[in-house]
Nanobody, 125 residues
Framework: QLQLVESGGGSVQPGGSLRLSCAAS????????VGWFRQAPGKEREGVSC????????YYLDSVQGRFTISRDNAKNTVYLQMNSLKPEDTAVYYC??????????????????WGQGTQVTVSS
């Protein structure tokens, strides 16, 4: 069974950077699309970014486009989310999730059936 573990969260000042990692175990990530989602207190979960199994297609939420970069290293069974120019509104628990097959692109949350436990990101001065 595929297990996902996020790491790299923390507290940072506005304008700072963090790199989140999503490490998989139990199965190879090679065939899975991987997405990053976030949920802030009192708000609904939203999809932040997604990368196809090959890495050839990516998706970004409009509000993070140009600031966040998703990438994957299938040899390390890991997906990354580089977050630059962080803003207070990026504060949330970030989750990674893997899914296959996909119903469409970008995939809806229902396409992802393997989820990590989440990592807290706090952006505050």
């Amino acid at each position: 069974q595929l297990q996902l573990v996020e790491s790299g969260g923390g507290s940072v000042q506005p304008g700072g950077s963090l790199r989140l990692s999503c490490a998989a175990s139990g199965r190879t990530l090679d065939y899975y699309a991987v997405g990053w989602f976030r949920q802030a207190p009192g708000k609904e979960r939203e999809g932040v970014s997604c990368i196809s199994s090959s890495g050839g297609r990516t998706y970004y939420l409009d509000s993070v486009q140009g600031r966040f970069t998703i990438s994957r290293d299938n040899a390390k069974n890991t997906v990354y989310l580089q977050m630059n120019s962080l803003k207070p509104e990026d504060t949330a628990v970030y989750y990674c999730a893997a899914g296959w097959p996909l119903s469409k692109w970008p995939p809806p949350p229902t396409d992802f059936d393997n989820w990590g436990q989440g990592t807290q990101v706090t952006v505050s001065s």
